[in-house]
């Protein structure tokens, strides 16, 4: 087959597969491209002007290929049908019950994928697996192919990754540091590195076999993970000591064996996929009877955690030990900057603690909806605590409101905590904010981003991560 005539389909419309599909129709005119769903509304908004995920520069991507040779429809096995390559892009979240419930990934959406390919199959297919996946799920993946009826269904089964991370997904995937191919037939891998041969160099497109490319992902995250959580345990050290984090961090990053990357103290790293990724390689280390190295993976998540909980424990105790009635204006709720997704986010955590305090929030965050803000807020208390009692659903429906700007949620606060690394909190006329806060005005800086002493010469008592 010459690549003029592959066509691709992705199943799941979601931070990876819209993004990653944009990027390989804008690369590939000559390819058609249907990103697949099942959730008709995320399927419309990829459609409209209004997208579904905010993304730096997905924009004009997306409208350079839309209609030409990238569509979004819902449409799944019509697209399986006529496609060579299926990508599986479908989320693969923390099993919540049964057999390792809270740590092993969940691979129901990912089965039923494989089972709707299998059944849609009517040719060669070469189904790749995007999704993260724990190592060896290409082995089930093939298995359930295998049960295909029609006789001109044959698979080949491909692991492919992905790395970027969002906020930076159109800059990530337009140079990725690599591409991750494992599999066992050479003509599959071959085609596929076709693919992304458009645009990245060949030595950036690594060909592993299958199971070293499943857990390459699954390490990645965890060892990206371990520098934030090493980092943040220093933070603490840094704190008890009058040492600066950020100094500490730039002294060990310049040497080139750590690097700088990857060393921005915070109030713990959040997102879909680090917390997931680790308890589900801690899952596989147990299942494997290999206790102590499942220890030293959990021991990141143990630290994230403390370090959420360590931030909101010093804004209770720094103000007088009591929150309770008191108003927080909360600066971003996005689990990083430039993104609209909030799952995992810190501030989550944050503003359950500042809750349960019964102090009164006023969250802005440029992207984050207040449906999205409550929704994440019950979430977390019915995973807590099996259910959303009448308490904490009053609690969040009469404590927590939103504001249209920084500014305005500021506006006649008791302190401000910073939650996300938005660029916009940067240009806040400070002045004016430190007039409208009550006072002693407070401002607890969650990610190290405003200048300290500035604040402190507009009037603000300043508290920071890892700051004497
Ligand atoms: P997501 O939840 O944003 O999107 C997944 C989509 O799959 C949803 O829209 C859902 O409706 C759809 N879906 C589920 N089952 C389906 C089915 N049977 N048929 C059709 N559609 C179906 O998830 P995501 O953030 O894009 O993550 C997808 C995978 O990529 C996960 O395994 C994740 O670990 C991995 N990953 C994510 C990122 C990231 O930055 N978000 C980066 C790298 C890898
Ligand atoms: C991460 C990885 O960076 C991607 O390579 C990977 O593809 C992706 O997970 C995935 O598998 O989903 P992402 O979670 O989108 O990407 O964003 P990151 O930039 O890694 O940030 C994760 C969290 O760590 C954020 O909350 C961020 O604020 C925090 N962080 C990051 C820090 O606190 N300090 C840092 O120095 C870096």
């Not at 690599?178 to 060909?207: Q, S």
């Not at 596989?284 to 993976?297: D, K, N, Q």
């Not at 999205?372 to 807590?384: Q, T, W």
Request: net charge negative; proline share 3%.
């Amino acid at each position: 087959m010459s690549p003029n005539s592959i066509k691709i389909c992705c199943i799941g419309a979601g931070y990876v597969g819209g993004p990653t599909m944009a990027m390989i129709a804008k690369q590939c005119p000559d390819i058609e491209v249907n990103v697949v769903d099942i959730n008709e509304a995320r399927i419309a908004a990829w459609n409209s002007d209004s997208l579904p995920i905010y993304e730096p520069g997905l924009q004009e991507v997306v409208q350079e290929a839309r209609g030409r040779n990238l569509h979004f429809t819902t449409e799944v096995s019509e697209s399986i049908e006529k496609s060579d390559v299926i990508f599986i892009s479908v989320n693969t979240p923390t099993k919540t019950f049964g057999i390792g419930a809270g740590r092993a990934a969940n691979l129901e959406f990912v089965e039923k994928c494989a089972r709707q390919i299998a059944e849609s199959s009517h040719s060669h297919k070469i189904v790749v697996e995007k999704s993260t996946l724990p190592v060896r799920t290409a082995e089930a993946v093939k298995r359930i192919l295998q049960s295909a009826t029609n006789p001109n269904a044959s698979f080949d089964v491909l692991s492919n990754p992905e790395f970027l991370a969002e906020g930076t997904a159109v800059k990530d995937l337009l140079n990725p540091d690599r591409v991750l191919i494992g599999g066992e037939c050479p003509d599959a891998i071959e085609k596929l590195a076709g693919i992304y041969g458009r645009w990245v160099d060949a030595e950036r497109i690594l060909k592993t076999n299958l199971w070293s490319s499943e857990l390459s992902k699954l390490t990645a995250n965890a060892f990206l993970a371990q520098r934030v959580s090493s980092i943040n345990a220093i933070s603490a050290l840094c704190e008890a000591t009058g040492a600066d984090v950020d100094e500490v961090a730039n002294a060990i990053g310049t040497d080139s064996r750590i690097g700088p990357k990857f060393l921005k103290s915070s109030v713990g790293f959040g997102g879909s996929c680090f917390q997931k990724d680790i308890l589900n390689l801690v899952y596989l280390c147990e299942h494997f009877g290999l206790h102590e190295v499942a220890a030293y993976w959990e021991q990141v998540i143990i630290m994230n955690d403390y370090q959420k909980r360590r931030f909101s424990t010093r804004i209770v105790h720094t103000m007088f030990n009591t929150v309770s009635d008191k108003r927080i204006a909360v600066w971003g709720f996005a689990f990083k900057k430039d993104t609209n997704d909030t799952r995992e986010s810190a501030a989550i955590y944050v503003c359950r603690d500042l809750l349960e305090e019964r102090a009164r929030l006023t969250i802005y965050d440029p992207q984050v909806k207040l449906e999205h803000i409550k929704r994440d807020l019950e979430y977390l208390m019915v995973n807590e605590f099996g259910e959303l009692s009448e308490h904490h659903r009053k609690l969040i429906d009469s404590n927590v409101e939103v504001a249209s700007s920084a500014e305005a949620a500021a506006s006649g606060a008791h302190a401000i905590a910073v939650l996300t690394e938005w660029d916009e909190f940067k240009e806040v006329d400070f002045d004016a904010v430190y007039q409208a806060m009550k006072k002693p005005a407070f401002l607890f800086d969650g990610r190290n981003l405003l200048d300290r002493e500035k604040l402190a010469q507009n009037g603000f008592e300043v508290h920071a991560i890892g700051k004497p």
